[in-house]
């Protein structure tokens, strides 16, 4: 059933603020925390995979695209579930949705503690637990005051954002040249033919989810102007940024650190591009960045705390969740319930305190709902398809494939949480008096 026109949102963002808001979502924790994580399962072949996830997550944020163009509402993947497959596969869209980004929040969260924490010679120990919550906590006033105020913070930390990165870029130049790369092989000399595919899998997975800030816009697609034409273009742009500045920075964080340092600085310290940029010779460049990943951070959990509300908002309306989530605030038309939800939500997973669980526990859940999305943009019907359907059939198979090549005892808890939201879904619809609209 769709929303009163008292209950729907207002159209407020445009081809700018869509871009931004992606980039805001996708330059953050993929760049300053997640590198480093893959850096660890893959060494230097970690830049293999972040190509491979590139392509992968352009196929998908083509198929995202016309899905969000031909059905502009908020809920994304969980909206077309519902009307392109079947209520359960729209369910468990936005069920692993909540839990796959509500993981990528909290590890936001704690990357932004430790760059912090690291940058005035903190105790990790001590500080970065309640720095994170302090985080978690602020940020969710930010989107309790409205989109608009919302979208004009993401403009600001993605300029200083992008200026940092660019910085470190430039000032690993000398360093690299004065002291030569430190990439190392590939693959250890040893390494067979299938663990190389292994060790390339599950870098590419991890990687993957570091691009999939582009949803956010589908997310919004109720609050984007035009979005026939401003959606599909947002994503193709902040795609192709994104994919040229990762690569960029992993190249030279390992290039100056080598893979080792560089994994070992991101378990330690969960900062290691500030490493990276006290060995460069530009005087300053470790503050810069420990500003910079901290900007970058907070617009990591900006949107996603606005994309999480977005997604609890349609499934409070479905009868997924409960209604009150789908609330609007009579001064604001802002979602306040669905909101703070959220923010206890990722509060929670932020005492795991370790990341590299968060993230691989987003990696899995985050490529189970993209399998979701390219299937049913696979179901569009010819004269709303905007790309060749080898498109969406590549993202499908190359989801579900990386789903599975994430350590075995994460993909086992993703299947969990999948079954326990199932079988909420199955009671909930079970015990409606006459069932929700879909």
């Known amino acids: 059933m769709p929303p009163s026109s008292k209950q729907r949102l207002d159209r407020v963002v445009g081809l700018r603020e869509a871009v931004l808001l992606g980039l805001g979502s996708i330059v953050g924790t993929g760049v300053f925390v997640s590198v480093g994580i893959a850096v660890d399962v893959a060494g230097s072949a970690v830049l293999i995979g972040i190509v491979l996830a590139g392509l992968v997550a352009t196929c998908v944020g083509l198929a995202t695209a016309q899905l969000a ?29 909540l839990f796959a980004k509500t ?26 637990l309640p720095v994170a919550l302090g985080a978690v906590g602020l940020l969710t006033m930010v989107v309790l005051g409205g989109m608009k105020r919302s979208a004009r913070v993401n403009a600001v930390i993605v ?14 130049i000398p360093t690299l040249v004065a002291e030569g790369p430190r990439v190392g092989a590939l693959f250890p000399t040893e390494t067979t033919t299938a663990g190389r595919l292994a060790i390339v899998g599950h870098a590419t997975a991890l990687m993957f989810v570091a691009f999939t800030g582009f949803g956010r816009i589908a997310t919004l697609g109720e609050e984007v102007v035009n979005p ?11 795609l192709g940024i994104t994919i040229v500045l990762y690569v960029a920075v992993a190249a030279a964080g390992i290039g100056v650190l080598g893979p080792q340092a560089f994994a070992r600085a991101t378990a ?4 290691p591009l500030e490493a990276v940029a006290r060995r460069s010779q530009l ?18 959990l900006l949107n996603l705390i606005l994309g999480l509300s977005r997604m609890m908002l349609a499934m409070g309306r479905r009868g997924d969740l409960p209604k009150l989530i789908a609330r609007l605030d009579p001064n604001t038309a802002n979602p306040a319930p669905a909101v703070a939800l959220t923010a206890v939500a990722v509060a929670g997973l932020v005492l795991l305190r370790d990341i590299r669980v968060t993230w691989s526990l987003s990696a ?31 993202g499908l198979a190359a989801c579900l494939l990386l789903a599975f090549w994430i350590d075995p005892s994460i993909w086992r808890v993703g299947l969990g949480i999948l079954v326990v939201g199932l079988a909420w879904h199955f009671l909930t619809r079970r015990l409606a008096p006459s069932g929700p609209a879909d």
């Open 283 to 300: 005087p300053g460049l470790a503050m810069l960045i420990a500003v910079g990943a901290a900007t970058a951070m907070i617009g990591v």
């Open 69 to 97: 163009a031909q059905y502009p509402v908020s809920g994304s993947a969980y909206e077309y579930g519902y009307r392109l497959l079947t209520p359960w596969l729209g369910f468990t869209a936005g069920w692993m949705f």
């Open 159 to 172: 300029t200083v954002t992008l200026g940092a990165l660019g910085l470190l870029v430039m000032g690993s």
């Open 228 to 238: 026939g034409d401003t959606i599909p273009r947002a994503v193709i742009v902040t």
């Open 364 to 394: 899995f859940s985050v490529l189970v709902y993209y399998a979701i999305v390219s299937f049913a943009a696979l179901r569009l019907p010819a004269t709303a398809r905007r790309y060749p359907p080898a498109i969406p059939a590549f």
């Open 103 to 128: 993981a990528s929040a909290a590890t936001a969260a704690l990357g932004l503690a430790g760059y912090l924490v690291d940058a005035v010679g903190g105790s990790q120990t001590i500080w970065r």
């Open 268 to 271: 330690e310290t969960a900062a």
